[in-house]
T-cell receptor, first 114, second 111 residues
Framework: DSGVTQTPKHLITATGQRVTLRCSPR?????VYWYQQSLDQGLQFLIQ???????AKGNILERFSAQQFPDLHSELNLSSLELGDSALYFC?????????????FGQGTRLTVV | GESVGLHLPTLSVQEGDNSIINCAYS??????FIWYKQESGKGPQFIID???NMDKRQGQRVTVLLNKTVKHLSLQIAATQPGDSAVYFC??????????WGAGTKLIIKP
């Protein structure tokens, strides 16, 4: 158990809909990262938050947004969903902000858009 | 580089043999590298890291080698076991302190 909790584990929704994925980081970790992983592919970095502020942005679509709350949990909002958004979405957390410390990953949320 | 649309490279190794997983990185300014292991249905898990001022680092049954001249990273797993079956990702930290992930290599252990 990495200490990072993601909910829900599975999500099935229709095209055009909006969903919210939730992540609780490890206790004491200030950074939260969101990644997308399509079938049999690598991890695509979406966005990072550090202590409530957006720290870095990767290949995140405009239809997607995220935030980190004062209690450090984070939500990833995906809207106007398309079939191609079906993927595993991982959250990771780390102590620091600069990517030089080990990041711990959650189990992921498997999103299926039908 | 991007790996969209490509299948994962696969490495098949006999149980008990040593495995060597290779990774080419893109940025000569990258100063930190990590290997992660992702088992089926799970999130990636940290294995070992190395900083650019080193060329070798050893862990338990794993060794990471860094060749900065050719921008190449490798992960060696000694005496491969069935539990080593997974997808292995390398990641490099760029000058913006962000991790750039490789496409991954699927390791299959033959009994």
């Amino acid at each position: 158990d990495s200490g990072v909790t993601q909910t829900p584990k599975h999500l099935i929704t229709a095209t055009g809909q909006r969903v919210t994925l939730r992540c609780s980081p490890r206790s004491g970790d200030l950074s939260v990262y969101w990644y997308q992983q399509s079938l049999d592919q690598g991890l695509q970095f979406l966005i990072q938050y550090y202590n409530g502020e957006e720290r870095a942005k990767g290949n995140i679509l405009e239809r997607f947004s995220a935030q980190q709350f004062p209690d450090l949990h984070s939500e990833l909002n995906l809207s106007s969903l398309e079939l191609g958004d079906s993927a595993l979405y991982f959250c990771a957390s780390s102590v620091g902000a600069t990517g030089n410390t080990e990041a711990f990953f959650g189990q992921g949320t498997r999103l299926t858009v039908v | 580089g991007e790996s969209v649309g490509l299948h994962l490279p696969t490495l098949s190794v006999q149980e008990g043999d040593n495995s060597i997983i290779n990774c080419a990185y893109s940025n000569s300014a990258s100063d930190y590298f990590i290997w992660y292991k992702q088992e089926s249905g799970k999130g990636p898990q940290f294995i070992i890291d190395i900083r650019s001022n080193m060329d070798k680092r050893q862990g338990q049954r794993v060794t990471v080698l860094l060749n900065k001249t050719v921008k190449h990273l490798s992960l060696q797993i000694a005496a491969t076991q069935p539990g080593d079956s997974a997808v292995y990702f390398c990641a490099e930290r760029d000058s913006n302190y962000q991790l750039i992930w490789g496409a991954g290599t699927k390791l299959i252990i033959k009994p």
